[in-house]
């Protein structure tokens, strides 16, 4: 009987150690969250109508220049940011916005 208990308690040992001395299962890191794919902006001429720029004539040197460009090519400035502020002091969207007022002579 003696033996027998001997050989249980060895038994369950050989049993137990190696699930209790085995290294713990390291859980792969969650994959990476997909990054959105860039979607290009509808175009802000089918959103609403271009905001028209003040006549060049209005102004003088580089600005004089920059609304006229602005009279040119509005969709361009349309998809450009303005990055001076004024999309919060001004509630400006776009560029384009800038050169509705006298704003972007300054």
């Given amino acids: 009987m003696r033996r027998t208990l001997v050989y249980a308690v060895l038994l369950t040992f050989a049993l137990g150690v190696p699930l209790l001395a085995a290294p713990a299962k390291k859980q792969d890191p969650p994959p990476p969250a997909p990054t959105p794919a860039t979607q290009p902006s509808p175009p802000a001429a089918a959103a609403a109508p271009l905001p028209t720029p003040l006549p060049a004539e209005l102004f003088t040197g580089p600005a004089r220049d920059a ?20 999309a919060k002091s001004h509630g400006h969207r776009h560029l384009l916005d800038c050169f509705v007022d006298d704003h972007g002579a300054g």
Avoid: F, T
């Avoid at 609304?67 to 004024?86: F, K, T």
């Fill in 67 to 86: 609304y006229r460009a602005a009279a040119e090519i509005p969709d361009v400035l349309a998809g450009l940011a303005c990055y001076c502020g004024c």
